[in-house]
Each structure stands twice: as C-alpha cells, then as structure tokens.
T-cell receptor, first 110, second 111 residues
Framework: EDQVTQSPEALRLQEGESSSLNCSYTVSGLRGLFWYRQDPGKGPEFLFTLYSAGEEKEKERLKATLTKKESFLHITAPKPEDSATYLC???????????FGTGTRLKVLA | DADVTQTPRNRITKTGKRIMLECSQTKGHDRMYWYRQDPGLGLQLIYYSFDVKDINKGEISDGYSVSRQAQAKFSLSLESAIPNQTALYFCATGQGSYEQYFGPGTRLTVT
C-alpha cells in the first residue's frame, strides 16, 4: 500500500538552530514528491517538487533532497517566520492520486 | 487576486441540511480536486475532475457530490450534512501530474 510518513510530528527550534524534517514514502514507482508549507487556517502553499533520487531543490533557508526511500527538508538558520506545518506528498506512477503525510509542525522561537 | 478562491470561508449548518461549497480558479488548470483535512490526519481526497466531463470519486466520497460547471469552477455538495463532516475543506488545482495549488479553505461546522 502506498504510504507517506513524516517525522517528527512537532519540532521546536531556537532561531538560527538548523534542523531537518523527514518524509519516508512507500510507493510503487514514484512520479513526484512534493513539499508544501501550511500556515494555521490557510491552504497549503507549494514549495518544491522532486522527481528522482539525488535531486535537490533550494529556496531561501529551505533545501529539499530525495533518496529512493525518503526526502528531507533541511532548514538552515530558521527564523520565527518559518514557523508552520510542512506537508509532504507523493504521486505514484500511473495514478491520479497525491498521498499526503500528516505533516511536521515547526515552531521557531525568537 | 488569489488564483484559487473558495466560498464561503466559514459556515455553520445544522444536521440534515444541504450545503454547497464553491471553488473558482484563474490558473487555467484542467484538473481540480476537493480535499478535507481533519486534525492529525493527512489531506483526504473527496473527488477530483480532469475536465468538465470527467469526474471521479476519491477515497472518501460517501455523503458528498460534486459539479464541474466550467473549467474554472468546481463545487462540492453535502446532500444531508452530519456532524462528522465537520472539517476544513480545500479545493486544489493542477495541470497534469505536477504540483497542486490550494485555495484558502472553508471551515465547515455541522451541529
């Protein structure tokens, strides 16, 4: 069964304290892996798409990487405005579906 | 203006009432989706549409119906609302098998 698991569920960091969020997936052929940011009461906002193992994408303090089993979202020197829930989703080859993880709630303290 | 809009943004309704949630997009995407989000759960797909004449059930379609009135409009209806349909509802659009773009959400409460 296709599955996405994100860890940790919640993470508290001090401002400037770098860390990584994990997204482990099991799919029968990966078409794409997607990272989103979701602020409370708002819709998910697209961040990155990764298609193949070894691929990396960067945007400001965020960097996403992909292996055959998992993806990491690295946050370098985070700021309080990076506080949000980060969602990971995968799309399996040959399907219409996007399978979402339950997210990691990140809190960055000033 | 937002690319994906949803109305209403908040709605409180009573058990047994029929309610419609509306979604419009200006991105020109062919695919539109309806999801619900509950605390502690991932986004769950209710219905999706690849074009005006192509509508498909998702994982949790029971108790819901949809209408694709135009390429840019996709409505979700709860025929007879029940309390366990209380949730945050999101519309999303996409082009092909690429990233999705989400609306701001509708917070629905069924009493």
């Amino acid at each position: 069964e296709d599955q996405v698991t994100q860890s940790p569920e919640a993470l508290r960091l001090q401002e400037g304290e770098s860390s990584s969020l994990n997204c482990s997936y099991t799919v029968s052929g990966l078409r794409g892996l997607f990272w989103y940011r979701q602020d409370p009461g708002k819709g998910p906002e697209f961040l990155f798409t990764l298609y193949s193992a070894g691929e990396e994408k960067e945007k400001e303090r965020l960097k996403a990487t992909l292996t055959k089993k998992e993806s990491f979202l690295h946050i370098t020197a985070p700021k309080p405005e990076d506080s949000a829930t980060y969602l990971c989703a995968v799309q399996a080859a040959g399907t219409y579906k996007y399978i979402f993880g339950t997210g990691t709630r990140l809190k960055v303290l000033a | 203006d937002a690319d994906v809009t949803q109305t209403p943004r908040n709605r409180i309704t009573k058990t047994g009432k029929r309610i419609m949630l509306e979604c419009s997009q200006t991105k020109g995407h062919d695919r539109m989706y309806w999801y619900r989000q509950d605390p502690g759960l991932g986004l769950q797909l209710i219905y999706y549409s690849f074009d005006v004449k192509d509508i498909n059930k998702g994982e949790i379609s029971d108790g819901y119906s949809v209408s694709r009135q135009a390429q840019a409009k996709f409505s979700l209806s709860l025929e007879s609302a029940i309390p366990n349909q209380t949730a945050l509802y999101f519309c999303a659009t996409g082009q092909g098998s690429y990233e999705q773009y989400f609306g701001p959400g509708t917070r629905l409460t069924v009493t």
